[in-house]
Nanobody, 112 residues
Framework: QLQFVESGGGVVQPGGSLRLSCTAS????????IGWFRQAPGKEREFVAF????????KYADSVKGRFTISRDNAKNTMYLQMNSLKPEDTAVYLC?????WGQGTQVTVSS
């Protein structure tokens, strides 16, 4: 059964950067589009970005476009999210997703 483990979250000041990782086990990701979502306290889960199976197609939420970059390494069964120019409104739990499968999430807090 597919399981995701996210890592790389933390506390960062506005304008800072973080790189999130999402590694899958029990399943090979290389034929699938996968994505990142986030959920802030008291808010609904929202789409952040997705990447196609070979990495050739990516899509971003307008709120992160130009600041975040999604990538993947199929040899490592891992997806990444490079987050630059972070803002307080980026504070959320970030989760990776494939179809019905979700990771447990990693907390990102942007605060001065």
């Amino acid at each position: 059964q597919l399981q995701f483990v996210e890592s790389g979250g933390g506390v960062v000041q506005p304008g800072g950067s973080l790189r999130l990782s999402c590694t899958a086990s029990g399943f090979t990701l290389d034929h699938y589009t996968i994505g990142w979502f986030r959920q802030a306290p008291g808010k609904e889960r929202e789409f952040v970005a997705f990447i196609s199976s070979n990495g050739g197609v990516t899509k971003y939420a307008d709120s992160v476009k130009g600041r975040f970059t999604i990538s993947r390494d199929n040899a490592k069964n891992t997806m990444y999210l490079q987050m630059n120019s972070l803002k307080p409104e980026d504070t959320a739990v970030y989760l990776c997703n494939l179809a019905i499968y979700w990771g447990q999430g990693t907390q990102v807090t942007v605060s001065s």
